[in-house]
Structure formats: C-alpha cells, structure tokens
C-alpha cells in the first residue's frame, strides 16, 4: 500500500522545538521529492519545506515564514522525512501534513497543486 504518514505533533509552548516524521511506503522514495504543508484555522494549506530526491543531493527549500527555524531532512534507508522546528511561535500552530507529486525533479516544489499523496496529518499547537 501507497501511503505517507505524520507523527510527532503535539502542544508545545512559545521557543520550545518538535521534530515532526513523515513515514512513507510503497514509494520509489529515494527518487521523490517530499513536501512539509500547514493549514491553520480557517487559513488555505501552504507548503513550507521540501527536499528534493534523486539527482538533486537533497536540495532544500523553505518559505520565508519559516526558513532558518525550520529544517527538512531525509533518510532514505528509513524512507523517512523529518521537519525540525525551533523557536516555535504561536503562528506555527497548525495540522502539519507531507505530501509529494511523486515526479522525478531536482527541484523540491512548495505548490500544494500537483501534490497527489498527502497524509493525514499531525496536529502542532504553540501555546503562548
């Protein structure tokens, strides 16, 4: 079976860190990039961290709201993603879900459009 699977989600408080894991089976993994997306409360799902597969040596990329808090990284012997997350704020409490389009590219996309396998996501709460 073709599935992704999040974990890890949970309250925190303000500046406290989580590592969220994105679990995959039945993927061509080590070739697929692989998305991190939030949605907030009555807010549309935008993508925030992705890592390339293949040819791309795991190239990154990260939007502004998070980059330099927020690190996306890959085993592929575990065909596992993570996402670290450090200085936590309020405005990161959101459903937390992986996904891929399941193309071989070397550039990672932020675009939830075109994304066709989503998990169902994991809940992280960033009580002030």
């Known amino acids: 079976e073709v599935q992704v699977v999040e974990s890890g989600g949970r309250l925190v408080h303000v500046g406290e860190s989580l590592r969220l894991s994105c679990e995959t089976s039945g993927l061509s993994f080590d070739d697929y990039a692989i998305g991190w997306f939030r949605q907030a409360p009555g807010k549309e799902r935008e993508g925030i961290a992705c890592i390339g597969g293949g040819a791309s040596d795991g190239a990154t990329r990260y939007a502004d709201s998070v980059k330099g808090r927020f690190t996306i990284s890959r085993d592929n012997a575990k065909s596992t993603v993570y996402l670290q997350m450090n200085s936590l704020k309020p405005e990161d409490t959101a459903v937390y879900y992986c996904?891929?389009?399941?193309?071989?590219?070397?550039?990672?996309?932020?675009?939830?459009?075109?994304?066709?396998?989503w998990g169902k996501g994991t809940p992280v709460t960033v009580s002030s």
């Open positions: 996904a891929t389009d399941r193309v071989v590219r070397t550039i990672c996309s932020l675009n939830t459009r075109g994304m066709n396998l």
